[in-house]
């Protein structure tokens, strides 16, 4: 994913610290350790632009598994609503430790669910959680401020007020959030969606992302019961209600975006308002296509996300680049995305949706974020005249070989070095059976 979109072979590719120093054939340099990649496909590390990870604990429960989206949520909140430290820990390494496994570096997460019962930082948990694993974590403050009393969906218990969700939210940027080049940390800023918050909290949200200059997310268009709801209380389509409300510009991504006229296509082009495309999800729940062959000939940000993981119900990057691949063939034909494309949706796309230019390719001066596959197996055999491709069209098990985030080796041999596997899947498997028992 270098600026001339190069495929390179026979060559190597020197770290040094967190940093890629240099790429050519026979580097030298002393005291070196030397990762043999004769049989491997080496990529720059998966970007994951949207994520609700506290929903690892609730994936494939029966009552939801036929339902659409606000029929889903309803019932679901009523799980969430349970959530406590313990459970917020360990959801979130399950879902990071899923991501590195599938050669995914650096991830954004949406919590937007804070419980009244827990009185404690829940991104400062996220932070120590990723930060274990070794995960560049760049996820958002979300946020609800209207309940099912207020006219929105979820209940009483899992919502703020305005006030307390934009003093912490400021208070989470100026704790948590660096600007640096190859940063760790990064704080953006997420109200859930149109039917959840009000609108003085998306305009105050909006005034105080751009005073510290992070990032702006929500969910939109992604369901034609949002455009309904939409239109009956506030008399406009939820992306007209983002451009009265100053939220769209190159500092804006929106999930989904299924729901869009050609209008409204050609808005996002000329304000660079960007969308998270998750596919895996959008089948999943039924709610739709969204136009994603369009939108990257016009030159409309899109990267790639697995949405949440009661949702798709995975966290699985490299299945997500197949998925996108496959759906769009079937809704536009054999010539409708190319491997290459959904491939950089998942690097440089999502790496610009976060505003990141020190990620999201392999070049010198970036960031020594690799994910690297081994293709001398029996599901590749017979796919390797196109190695970068056999990842996405070919294989039975998308677990990478080994991942490199910030120079560290985070999984090795498919198996994540930085926690003990075991004990991440016996504690979530106890803290779900307990959340599920309520």
């Known amino acids: 994913m270098n600026p001339e979109r190069e495929q390179l072979q026979n060559v190597d590719l020197l770290i040094c610290g967190n940093k890629i120093e240099q790429i050519g054939k026979n580097i030298s340099a002393p005291a070196i350790d030397v990762i043999d990649c004769s049989t491997k496909l080496v990529l720059p590390g998966l970007v994951n632009s949207h994520h609700h990870l506290f929903q690892t604990l609730t994936r494939n429960i029966p009552r939801v598994q036929n339902a659409k989206l606000f029929n889903w949520l309803v019932n679901l909140y009523h799980i969430w609503k349970n959530l406590d430290e313990e459970a917020i820990f360990y959801a979130t390494q399950i879902g990071c430790g899923e991501l590195l496994k599938t050669g995914c ?3 954004t997460d949406h919590h937007y669910l804070y419980p009244k019962h ?23 403050r979300g946020s609800m401020s209207m309940s099912h009393k207020d006219g929105g969906l979820p209940p009483d218990s899992v919502v703020q007020d305005d006030e307390q969700i934009l003093k912490h939210s400021e208070a989470v940027i100026q704790r948590f959030h660096d600007p640096s080049p190859l940063s760790m940390r990064q704080v953006h800023l997420g109200p859930c969606a149109p039917f959840n918050v009000t609108l003085e909290l998306m305009r105050e949200t909006a005034q105080l992302a751009r005073q510290y200059r992070v990032r702006l997310h929500t969910h939109l268009a992604e369901t034609k019961d949002e455009d309904e709801y939409c239109l009956e209380k506030y008399n406009k389509k939820p992306l007209q209600l983002m451009e009265e409300l100053n939220w769209l510009g190159d500092d804006v991504w929106f999930a989904h975006g299924i729901h869009f006229t050609d209008q409204e296509l050609h808005l996002l082009k000329q304000t660079r308002t960007g969308i998270a495309h998750c596919p895996a999800s959008n089948m999943r729940l039924g709610s739709g296509i969204a136009r994603i062959p369009e939108m990257l000939a016009m030159g409309i940000p899109v990267g790639l996300a697995v949405d949440g993981s009661a949702s798709n119900d995975a966290s699985d990057m490299v299945g997500e680049m197949r998925t996108a691949l496959l759906l769009h063939r079937v809704n536009s034909g054999a010539d409708a995305i190319s491997a290459a494309q959904v491939l950089e949706m998942a690097t440089l796309g999502s790496a610009r949706l976060l505003g990141r230019n020190d990620i999201g390719s392999i070049e010198p001066g970036k960031a020594a974020d690799l994910a690297i596959f081994e293709l001398n197996k029996l599901e590749y055999t017979g796919a390797l005249s196109d190695p970068l491709a056999a990842i996405i069209f070919s294989g039975i098990n998308h677990q990478a070989f080994m991942t490199i985030v910030n120079g560290k080796i985070v999984v090795r041999d498919g198996q994540l070095t930085t926690a003990d596997e075991a004990e991440i899947i016996r504690k979530g498997n106890a803290i779900s059976t307990k959340l599920l028992s309520h």
Do not use: V
């Open 105 to 107: 570096t650096t991830t």
């Open 118 to 140: 827990l009185q404690t930082d829940i991104p400062a948990i996220q932070f120590e959680a990723a930060g274990r694993l070794g995960m560049r974590f760049c996820p958002t």
